[in-house]
C-alpha cells in the first residue's frame, strides 16, 4: 500500500470512529458535541480539552484510549452489548488498520482457545452441562498487580453465590467450578 493510500485509509477509519461516536452520542439524548462533554463534567471527566474532543468526534485526531474508554462509560455502554463491541471493534482499526492482522486480531478475540487440559469439572461447566450461577465481567484499566487484588474480592463474591445457590439443592460450595479468563486488550 503507497503512502498516500495508508494516510487516506487512515482517514478513513478516524472519519468512521468519528460517525459513530457522534451517533451514539445523538443517540444518547445529547444534541450536541458541547452538551455532552459539559454535562459530564468536561475535562475533569474526559481528562481533555473540548477542543481535543471535537477533534476527535469530527475525525480530525485520533483519540487515546483513556478518552475511548471515557466515550463507553459517558455513553453508558454496557460491557458485553452490542455497542461496546462497536465501539473495541472500530477502534482496535482505527489503531492497526484494515488488513489481515486487524483481522487476525478480531478472530483471536472473538473465538477464545480452549484449554484441552482442563479438569472434567472444568469441562462440563463449560460445555453447558453445568448451572452459571454468577456472570461478572468487567473492564478495567488496571496493572497486573491491582487485577491480583481484585482477585479475593472476586473469589468471595463466587463463594457467596455459590453457598446460596447450594442451599436447598444438596450441593455443597465445593461442588462449583469457577472460570475466570483476562483478556489484556490495550497495554495502558
Known amino acids: ?3 498516500r493510500a495508508e494516510a487516506e485509509s487512515r482517514r478513513q477509519d478516524r472519519a468512521g470512529f468519528a460517525a459513530l461516536v457522534w451517533r451514539r452520542r445523538e443517540e444518547a439524548g445529547y444534541k450536541s458535541a458541547r452538551q455532552f462533554y459539559e454535562s459530564l463534567g468536561g475535562r475533569a471527566f474526559f481528562g481533555c480539552t473540548y477542543k481535543a474532543y471535537l477533534n476527535v468526534e469530527s ?3 485520533q483519540p ?3 478518552l475511548v474508554e471515557r466515550l463507553v462509560a459517558g455513553l453508558r455502554l454496557a460491557i458485553g452489548s452490542r455497542g461496546v463491541r462497536e465501539f473495541a471493534l472500530a477502534y ?3 489503531l492497526l488498520g484494515p488488513g489481515e492482522f486487524f483481522e487476525a486480531s ?3 478475540l472473538t473465538h477464545p482457545v480452549r484449554s484441552k487440559g482442563r479438569p472434567r469439572a472444568a469441562a462440563s461447566a463449560a460445555d453447558g452441562e453445568g448451572e452459571a450461577l454468577l456472570e461478572h465481567p468487567l473492564l478495567l484499566r488496571a496493572s497486573r498487580a491491582e487485577l491480583m487484588r481484585y482477585v479475593p474480592y472476586l473469589e468471595s463474591s463466587v463463594r457467596r453465590v455459590a453457598t446460596r445457590a447450594g442451599r436447598g439443592s444438596g450441593r455443597r460450595a465445593a461442588d462449583f467450578v469457577v472460570e475466570a479468563a483476562v483478556l489484556e486488550l490495550l497495554p495502558f
Open 1 to 3: 500500500m503507497t503512502a
Open 59 to 61: 475525525g480530525a485526531s
Open 64 to 66: 487515546q484510549p483513556r
Open 92 to 94: 482496535l482499526r482505527l
Open 106 to 108: 478480531v478472530h483471536a
